[in-house]
């Protein structure tokens, strides 16, 4: 499977994948300023073990918090990488309150 390469895609995370071996880069044949990525057997088999990774955190989560938590969890976890863009906060909130507080 190839995708072209896009502003929206993160270049840094493509650079790193592509280093590891994950995805091959070559230069798009109409726009040169663009590339095509495809995985690689590497990248595949990474992806895989990602899955298996993250459908037993799924458990996990199930588990711990039931079905109707869990989906409240999805859902507002979604909502929270919605609101930051995709991309994780540099730091914490200043949130004032119970959320950070330690435990006496």
Same mark, same amino acid.
């Given at each position: 499977?190839?995708?072209?390469?896009?502003?929206?895609? %993160?270049? /840094?995370? #493509?650079?790193?994948?592509?280093?590891? @071996? +994950?995805?091959?880069?070559?230069?798009?044949?109409?726009?040169?300023?663009?590339? =095509?990525?495809? $995985?690689? %057997?590497? @990248?595949?088999?990474?992806?895989?073990?990602? #899955?298996?990774?993250?459908?037993?955190?799924?458990?996990? #989560? =199930?588990?711990?918090?039931?079905?109707?938590?869990?989906?409240? /969890? +999805?859902?507002?976890? $979604?909502? /929270?990488?919605?609101? =930051? @863009?995709?991309?994780?906060?540099?730091?914490?909130?200043? =949130?004032? @309150?119970?959320?950070?507080?330690?435990?006496?």
């Amino acid at each position: 499977m190839s995708w072209a390469r896009t502003g929206a895609l %993160d270049t /840094l995370k #493509i650079d790193a994948e592509s280093a590891a @071996g +994950f995805i091959n880069q070559t230069p798009a044949p109409k726009n040169r300023r663009k590339s =095509l990525l495809e $995985r690689t %057997d590497a @990248g595949r088999a990474n992806m895989d073990a990602i #899955i298996v990774a993250w459908e037993a955190v799924d458990a996990v #989560i =199930l588990e711990a918090l039931g079905s109707e938590d869990a989906k409240e /969890l +999805f859902h507002l976890s $979604r909502r /929270l990488r919605s609101q =930051l @863009g995709g991309k994780k906060p540099e730091r914490g909130p200043d =949130l004032k @309150g119970d959320l950070y507080r330690q435990p006496s």
